[in-house]
């Protein structure tokens, strides 16, 4: 009765003011209001012609609060008419009404930035618009100190939105701060989401415990799902969830009957509660079960299910793209390819909404992706795509099926591209490698395949370019990073500002490990996490140059390549190696040739390389060690070097390798290969080069961890505004062999012996000219003031590696370490390191990026050229080899000419079997920029006997000129 006597009430009212100006009662525009909210869930186009009429009068009246509140109900309502663009656009213009009039309605804004979030998230697929409204929610309460489900809300959504982005770290921070306020709220519904959603988020890590060393991660994640299903507060939806995401954990498990019982259950939940999108969820993964039991037929019956569903729910969207991928997968292991392609096209456009051609051949565009979102997803469905032409090739021997899968393999590779871009820390960036990195090697394949029925050059570039993609991409992009600051003219305040946040986020992280107190520094991660944040924007916004320098990191192509190495004074080959799963792909590159080879892969060929590491790790010379070694260094040679060096030009002499080495390859140096197989003899001298044809006499070599970053370290220069002071600064530090120091304890808690030939520092020191830093002055603070000061950054230490974490990796100093994870954060002029320590150059071998090293870490922070180990070394042979290698580098030589001068005087000099055995000379390797270190401008004060003749030059002239005056 009441609302039919306001209805008449407002008829009247509009009829007298039929004709008239607007009017301005705002009883009448709270009259419109009360009849709009009792339409809005049965009559939509009723409800929102009312709220508009409300609208216009708050407007009118200048009533701020009550005509934001309109515009926000507007915003819900063609929400739920599916108009997104027009619900974001009242949303944005109802907080506009609230902040210009300066009103302080702050929960008000946040549900309003909440909901847009919502929307961008779950209807339009832009995660980076939702989060920048999650965001200003969070800042908004917190200035306010408001810990209520709003802000609880926002940084839930905000950790899902970075667990969409495998950003890992940050989406556990963020999912922890809402679980924690849901806690202290007292909201269980919203600590069980929140629980929900961090399971998830183990689940997915622990699929990748390897890479990210989360062990545990997924026995957590099958804990809290069962928590959830016994919990009595947990709604209908949340136990659904929680049995149908328990699943994939029960069938690595092996428990199939189990795994079916709970995504019966999830099934059964989801349909009496009539959730559509969760039951599809539930279909798709019930097909995934018959999936892996082979029950293909009662996969795509519940695949099928579970798309019907979703395309009765709303737009396209990404749940939808990867049920599509599922089912095209299905098709495409049948055969049938025609089916499969056009699957794989709704799929496409399922995650990409602009992208509309029916036909399989046509795939988006560049641009299209770039504008699309940086969504993992759109990875799975192109590389899922280009499988199917090559296997439709396969069949057919069309070649159009080959170019088309060529085609789309590119894009694939882009998209990876695209999605690295987004990641900010490198764990995330390696994980995305590794599950992706059969790409690579497909499309390397494929275009070597096009290239052998063409005969067209640019599909071997092609292949080279996906070869150098795979090449120690995340050490690249940090490179050119710090190019990138140093070529924007950003103030180094601002630089400093963002090295200190990151710098202090890593110590955080290594401080977390140490400690019970999570809470605590989760609280402080999350804060610098934020401040880094924000002087990256502040970057990005002022600086564009910073931007575009740093948007698009291109690899070196062949051309480039050739046209670097014809500037070489000494005929250089780079030669790049792929190890892919059976074939071993190799491209030779000199400044006229540009060819490749594909080597079966040897069953055996791990088992050669291990074998030979072991042969390194001590000096055996018994006959045994002696044929299994010359027999694997002269079939290694013949795998990887042979025919690839036969193949180039024969006009003039290869005399350099500029080695790229691929996986296991990165831990052997290749000047221990034998050109030749010898003659079996028991003589002792066996080990000797009259007797053993090493590669180390017939070429110089260095290495590199991709071609690009070859050529990188040859065009670094300096940052002209660094403090060069010196030529050389040495490191030589004291350890005393004392069992209760703990300054002088490995990473095994083993005990640093004292180091045997300490003079080695200073008498280079007095060669070059520089500083010297000796024992007790040789400690971590001056290492850091002052490793940045000299051409040459020479450390005589102990080094360990950490097998269970690179980035604990240490390099000893009289009175700490300094960690891998410290020395990225270093700022390096130096032209060289070098690292007279045991095994600086070794570490985890991470797939497609190299070894997460001591020199690695070294290069990451801006040092174009590293000698360094790979395994442990007699510290006599190491200081006989080092002092002649220095020397080489005083009269001028190139870095990889002095190091290979340097053996070879050692074993020419040395007659006994067991010191010239490989072990003693081959364990220091150079990395990077090989041209000679510039030391001109201070070589002539050392060299007195020209101070000398200039003196005898000037007496003789003088005594010659008072001769002259005098016979005048």
């Known amino acids: 009765m009441l609302r039919f006597l306001l209805l008449i009430a407002a008829i009247f009212l509009s009829l007298i003011s039929y004709g008239q100006d607007i009017p301005t009662d705002t009883t009448l525009a709270k009259i419109y209001t009360e009849k709009a909210n009792s339409l809005k869930n049965t009559h939509i186009d009723s409800a929102i012609f009312y709220f508009n009429k409300a609208a216009t009068i708050f407007k009118k009246v200048e009533n701020w609060q009550e005509y934001g509140k309109s515009l926000a109900s507007l915003g819900r309502l063609h929400k739920k008419k599916e108009d997104y663009k027009t619900a974001c656009k009242l949303l944005h213009q109802a907080n506009k009404s609230i902040l210009q009039n300066q009103l302080s309605d702050a929960v008000f804004l946040a549900k309003n930035y909440n909901y847009l979030a919502f929307i961008y998230i779950r209807e339009l697929n832009q995660l980076d618009s939702a989060k920048i409204n999650l965001e200003k929610t969070i800042k908004l309460l917190e200035e306010k100190n408001i810990p209520d489900k709003n802000i609880a809300y926002a940084y839930k959504e905000l950790g899902n939105i970075f667990h969409r982005k495998e950003k890992i770290k940050q989406a556990e921070i963020y999912l922890n701060k809402a679980l924690n306020t ?94 559509k999108d969760w039951l599809s969820a539930a279909y798709g993964t019930k097909a995934s079960i018959f999936t892996k039991q082979k029950k293909w037929a009662e996969s795509v019956e519940f695949l099928q299910k579970a798309i019907e569903l979703q395309d009765t729910i709303s737009q396209k969207n990404r749940d939808l793209g990867r049920l599509l991928n599922n089912l095209a997968c299905l098709y495409q292991e049948k055969g049938k390819f025609a089916e499969a392609l056009l699957i794989h096209q709704q799929s496409l456009q399922a995650h990409i909404p602009n992208f509309k051609p029916i036909d399989a051949i046509t795939n988006p565009s560049a641009e299209v ?88 050059i640019k599909y071997l570039e092609q292949a080279f370019h996906f070869s150098e993609k795979n090449k120690a991409s995340i050490l690249l992009a940090a490179i050119k990073e710090m190019e990138a600051e140093q070529n924007a003219n950003i103030p180094d305040s601002l630089l400093q500002q963002e090295q200190k946040y990151k710098q202090k986020l890593i110590d955080l992280q290594y401080q977390k490990a140490k400690t019970s107190n999570l809470e605590s520094y989760n609280n402080f991660i999350f804060e610098y996490n934020k401040l880094l944040t924000n002087t990256k924007k502040e970057i990005k916004n002022h600086f564009p140059t910073y931007t575009n320098y740093y948007k698009f990191i291109p690899t070196s192509s062949a051309t480039q390549l050739q046209i670097q190495l014809s500037k070489e004074a000494k005929k250089t080959a780079l030669l790049e190696y792929f190890i892919g799963d059976s074939t071993i792909y190799t491209f030779a590159i000199t400044d006229k040739e540009f060819t490749y080879t594909a080597t079966p892969k040897p069953n055996n060929f791990d088992t050669y390389l291990n074998q030979l590491r072991d042969f390194l790790k001590a000096p055996n010379t018994s006959q045994q060690s002696y044929e299994q070694y010359t027999s694997i260094a002269y079939q290694l040679y013949q795998i990887l070097l042979q025919a690839n060096l036969e193949t180039l030009s024969n006009d003039s002499k290869v005399e350099r390798l500029i080695i790229v080495p691929d996986g296991k390859l990165a831990y052997i140096p290749f000047e221990i290969l034998l050109t030749r197989m010898p003659k079996v003899t028991k003589k002792a001298t066996k080990y000797r080069l009259s007797q053993l044809d090493y590669l180390l006499e017939k070429y110089v070599t260095t290495y590199a961890p991709s071609a690009t970053l070859w050529q990188e370290s040859l065009d670094k220069k300096s940052d002209p505004t660094a403090p060069i002071t010196s030529n050389y600064v040495g490191f030589c530090p004291q350890f005393e062999a004392q069992p209760d120091s703990l300054t002088t304890k490995g990473c095994s808690g083993e005990i640093l012996s004292p180091l045997e030939y300490p003079t080695t520092v200073t008498d280079i020191c007095q060669l070059f000219g520089g500083q010297a830093y000796m024992m007790e002055k040789a400690n971590k603070k001056t290492f ?150 510039d030391l001109q401008q201070n070589k002539w004060w050392k060299k007195w006997w020209l101070w000398g003749a200039l003196l005898l030059t000037s007496i003789l002239i003088l005594g010659l000129w008072r001769i002259f005056i005098q016979s005048q």
């Open 182 to 275: 849901y806690q202290t709220i007292n909201n269980k519904s919203g600590e069980i989401g929140t629980l929900l959603t961090l399971a998830l988020l183990y689940r997915n890590t622990g699929k990748a415990e390897k890479t990210f060393k989360n062990t545990g991660k997924a026995e957590k994640a099958l804990q809290i799902f069962n928590q959830i299903l016994k919990e009595p507060a947990a709604k209908p939806e949340q136990r659904g969830i929680a049995a149908n995401n328990l699943v994939d954990l029960l069938m690595n498990k092996g428990q199939v009957d189990e795994a079916l019982k709970n995504i019966d259950t999830a099934i059964n939940i989801f349909k009496k509660i009539g959730k």
């Open 784 to 933: 850091e003031q002052k490793s940045g000061d000299s051409k040459i950054l020479h450390l005589y230490t102990h080094a360990c590696v950490n097998d269970a974490d690179p980035m604990k990796n240490q390099i000893f100093f009289t009175d700490a370490p300094a960690y891998n994870y410290e020395l990225y954060g270093l700022q390096l002029n130096a032209d060289l390191a070098v690292l007279t320590a045991c095994k600086t150059g070794v570490g985890e071998l991470i797939k497609g990026e190299g070894i997460m090293s001591l020199s690695r870490a070294f290069m990451y922070a801006g040092c174009p050229s590293v000698v360094t180990s790979l395994w442990k070394a007699h510290d006599g042979t190491t200081h006989v080899i080092t002092k002649q290698f220095y020397q080489n580098l005083y009269d001028g030589l190139p870095k990889d000419v002095a190091l290979q001068q340097a053996r070879l005087d050692f074993l020419e000099n040395k007659s006994n079997n067991s010191s010239i055995h490989p072990f003693h000379w081959a364990s220091f390797i150079h990395i990077g920029n090989h041209q000679s270190v």
């Open 369 to 456: 992706l770039q504008a699309a979102s940086s969504e993992p997803r759109i990875i799975e469905s192109l590389q899922a795509k280009a499988q199917t032409f090559w296997q439709q090739y396969q069949q057919n021997q069309q070649l159009n099926s080959l170019e088309n899968a060529l085609n789309t393999y590119t894009l694939t590779v882009q998209q990876i591209d695209l999605v690295k871009q987004q990641l900010d820390a490198d764990k995330a960036k390696e994980y995305l490698h590794e599950v992706f990195y059969p790409v690579y090697e497909n499309a390397l394949q494929v275009a070597l395949i096009i290239y052998e029925i063409k005969k067209e």
